[in-house]
């Protein structure tokens, strides 16, 4: 997910002056698939399992088809190059809820605030649009720059799922964080931010 990409067709939905949110496209699948292999990005999500490219194209299909999740990719201004992706998923519009995840290519890339940007476009959307009340996240224990980064963006600690993951020999903790929609809006309400890419 580390090659830039010229595609303008692309439409942009949320962006701030460094980075845009787009959806997923099936040409994107070839930068996307590599990264599923990153030795630290396995590690910090957590992920166990091996993919083929056919699975990883099938499951951005199938996203792309779902409701109550809203995949997108993380892509720099000043080149399009991708980044990441950040996912609001099993959203529950009696409940007003929904699963946050997060994720940064590579260490060039992270530690400069991307992130942090893309979260706050995810949460603006999520409380402003999509009318949730409640975005929840899990973060692994050992990953403490990412626990720094939530609790400083507002995320409430709610509890500690105990060895909820088996990873290198070892059982790690998780942490549950969630925030509401009005702790959302005290802290940075108005974020400013664009629409839709203007044409030309």
Excluded at 73 to 98: C, F, P, T, Y
């Amino acid at each position: 997910m580390s090659q830039p990409t010229s595609s303008p067709r692309v439409p942009r939905l949320l962006e701030t002056e460094r980075i845009y949110l787009r959806p997923f496209e099936t040409t994107d699948v070839d930068d996307y698939f590599p990264g599923l292999f990153d030795p630290e990005m396995r590690k910090l999500t957590g992920t166990q399992n091996s993919f083929t490219r056919t699975q990883v194209e099938r499951f951005v299909e199938n996203a792309g088809q779902d409701d109550s999740r809203l995949m997108l990719l993380i892509a720099l201004q000043e080149n399009d190059q991708l980044i990441g992706e950040v996912v609001l998923m099993d959203m529950h519009a009696k409940n007003r809820s929904a699963h946050l995840r997060i994720g940064i290519d590579r260490a060039e890339h992270q530690g400069k605030g991307y992130g942090s940007e893309a979260l706050l476009l995810m949460l603006d959307y999520g409380f402003g649009i999509c009318n949730l009340h409640r975005i929840e996240l899990e973060v692994y224990a050992f990953n403490e720059r990412a626990v720094r980064t939530y609790e400083r963006l507002g995320f409430q600690r709610e509890g500690i799922r105990r060895d909820a993951l088996y990873y290198n020999h070892q059982y790690h903790d998780a942490i549950l964080m969630s925030m509401l929609e009005h702790e959302f809006r005290e802290r940075h309400a108005p974020v400013q931010m664009t629409g839709p890419a203007r044409q030309g």
